[in-house]
């Protein structure tokens, strides 16, 4: 390979077969999921990683799902690691790092979430892995809030909680505009989301309410419920504003 010039890639499936590349999994059961490589041989390369790609624990228990497709460069004798965007495939995936490995399940039902994603790097976690859990097992926000803190009585939620269950319900709705979802129907989070200045004005779209406004303002589009442009007000433009205010400790 002459200077400057780019290292083949090879798709993950291929590179689990070579002898001279030594790899390696480590998940946490939740939203920590790497890929370490050793690449014995004399030809650096460039790995591809689908999304959609599911990896289980040893024991074949926990499952994690890459939400987004990756390539990470390892160059010729050297050793590289990726981390990779995930989102756990059950609420009751135990929150302990442990190695993993890669699988050839697929999961057909997050195929329209995973295309959503595809494009949106900045989605945040939280939002993801609610969206994903409520397509595979319908969760409550009570038993999101479990999965939150399994270890502990959780406290009242939180203003930010409330907000990715409803920023999840969104989604959700754009995806599955048909289905009904348990959070949908979740006495608890209608409550909380229309007294929560957050996403007030979200939840009240989603849950149908309209109020009379002289100016004719109306509540934000619903796909601004993840991050697509600029000030959508969504999740990361919110935590950007609030990076951007806080006091410096300078």
Known sequence: MSRGEEPATIPLTRALTRT?????????????????????SATPIRIAIPAGLIA????????????????????????????????ALSAKNVATTQPYQATTETEPRLADLLAF???????PKATSQLAVLALLEDLTFSHWRQFLAPLRE??????????????ALGVLRTLAPAKTFALATDGELKSRALRN??????????????????????????????????????????????????PSDL
């Open 20 to 40: 001279d590349l030594k790899c390696e999994w480590s998940g946490n059961g939740r939203d920590q999921l790497s890929f370490s490589v050793s690449n014995l």
């Open 56 to 87: 289980a624990t040893r024991a074949g228990g926990d499952r994690l799902v890459v939400l987004r497709a990756a390539q990470f460069s390892v160059a010729a004798r050297a050793a590289s690691d990726v981390a990779l965007p995930v989102a």
């Open 117 to 123: 994603l595809a494009d949106k790097p900045d989605a």
């Open 154 to 167: 959780p406290p009242d939620p939180t203003p930010a909680e409330v907000t990715q269950a409803i920023d």
């Open 197 to 246: 200045p957050w996403c007030r004005a979200k939840a009240m779209q989603l849950y149908g309410i309209t109020l009379p406004a002289s100016d004719g303002a109306v509540p934000p589009d619903i796909r601004q419920l993840l991050h697509l442009t600029p000030g959508d007000n969504c999740p990361t433009c919110r935590q950007r504003t609030q990076m951007q205010t806080s």
